[in-house]
């Protein structure tokens, strides 16, 4: 500890109490990579999207190949959802895989990164989480 006048503190306390709102950066600017990244994810808050889900690589792999042998990284939403009746294993594919809007936070890792980085309007590449393998489609986005 050191004496600064009157009172005993820590150099960091005392640092801490000096500094407090100041700042050496302009207001807005920041030069740390992934703080930019991290507010640029922030503009969309929820993402509408379906998905298909399978335990095997093999299964989803000829889905994925068909539509995009189709249609590119762009298939349309009823082909999507044709492909996701007949072969996904998760209770929504029932509704053509359909997930409805969800927010940031609520599916795992992995989904919800792939899900929030994919453009609307096309497909993501084949990725596994956890529960398999999945391919999403992005139908929207909203803050």
Known sequence: MKNFGD????KSDYFKLNMKGKS????????NKEEKKDEK???????KARHILCEKLSKIQTAYDSLTEQHGNKPPATEFA??????SECPSGKKG???GWFPRGKMVGDFQNVAFNTPV???????????????ILVEGRKA
Not at 7 to 10: F, R
Request: proline letters at 2%; aromatic letters at 6%; a positive charge.
């Open 41 to 47: 994810l922030k503009t969309c808050n929820h993402v």
């Open 82 to 87: 044709k492909w996701a009746q007949d072969i």
């Open 97 to 99: 895989g359909d997930l």
């Open 24 to 31: 050496s950066k302009p207001k807005g600017k920041s030069d």
């Open 121 to 135: 309007g096309q497909m993501s590449n084949i990725f596994k989480s956890t529960h398999g393998y999945h391919i």
């Open 7 to 10: 009172k005993n503190l820590l």
